[in-house]
């Protein structure tokens, strides 16, 4: 045993003098990284033993993440109509959800207790470095991990007091990375977060809807979904006013990635605020419908699909006697949508699919009132 703790030992330090050491390809330096890693997840105790070898693959781990273009472009700023991040094939955007996900994977392996300080403790260094936004860039984004292993929201409040102020920062990758972490861990530590820290978190997330970078307010929208989705009713509603009335203006006028975003995040409030979303129904539903029936070009299939979901969200927790005066106008578009626009493979099914249970439980629903 001795001898084989040794050879790991030795291994994981070959392979991070290479890495820090050599100019080797990025798919190189990957391999490297993850073969440390797999002997990690084989043997956990070995890392528990030694934290040195630890820091060490971590520091590799943030490398990669550096690893990102220093210029904002047009392209990241404003991303083209039907841009899907889950088919960005970008590198700068690989290397930093390679980053991520190894993270995760090695405080899921190693243990939190263990990994936490050592994380912070090189989050902290990371976030002094002053001339470079890319290690704030990437502590940030580590930081978003730590959520779904922590149990006591209390642990979060340093990372929430840390985070929160990027969200007004001048440099519009750290205001994304901000509404990342905030949104990933609201998400993870549902409902403690949202009680304890939403009067800090959702403000600030708010007015970055109106963001100058439409990169930023589609995120900031989506960190808002996030916290907002699966919430209790009076965690909502304090800002459901100002974040509506700034989501109906981004539908109106924006990008597909913003009018997707803010979507999701009209759906998130109605369905949290139940009955309090009323007042807001009769605004909503000429809004929605516009966009169902006029965005039909191909790379509006997402953002069609997520204004189904919207509706009958919507529909559904207000109840079937307010959404009688639209259910005509609505069936219809949901049948010539399924009749004339759903292809193989489409996104749109699932939406159509899900659209119609909603329906029709709201239809049973009502029935089993009279």
Partial sequence: QVIVYNEQILLIEIIYRFFFFFQAEDGIRDFCLSRGLGDVYKRQSLLR?????????????FLRMLDVDDDIDDEWSRPPEGYSQDLDTDSDYANVRFGMNTIDRLIAAINYEIMLPILSLMVQQMLQQGHDWRYKHAALMALSQVGEYVENVDFIAPIVDVVTPFLLDQHPRLRYAACHCLGQIGDDMQPKFQEKYNSKCVPPLVQLMTDAIPRVQSHACAALTNIFEGSPQDYVIPYMNEALEKAFALIKDSISIVKENAMSCISAISESAKEAYISYYDISMPIL????????????????????ECITLMSYSVGIQHFAKYAKDVIQAMILIQTNSVEENDPLKSYLLSGWQRLCLLTVSYTHLR
């Fill in 49 to 61: 033993k030694d934290l040195e070898l630890l820091k060490q693959l971590i520091e590799m781990i």
């Fill in 289 to 308: 419908f516009n966009i169902l029936t006029t965005h039909d070009k191909k790379e509006y299939k997402q953002l069609r699909g997520q204004t189904i």
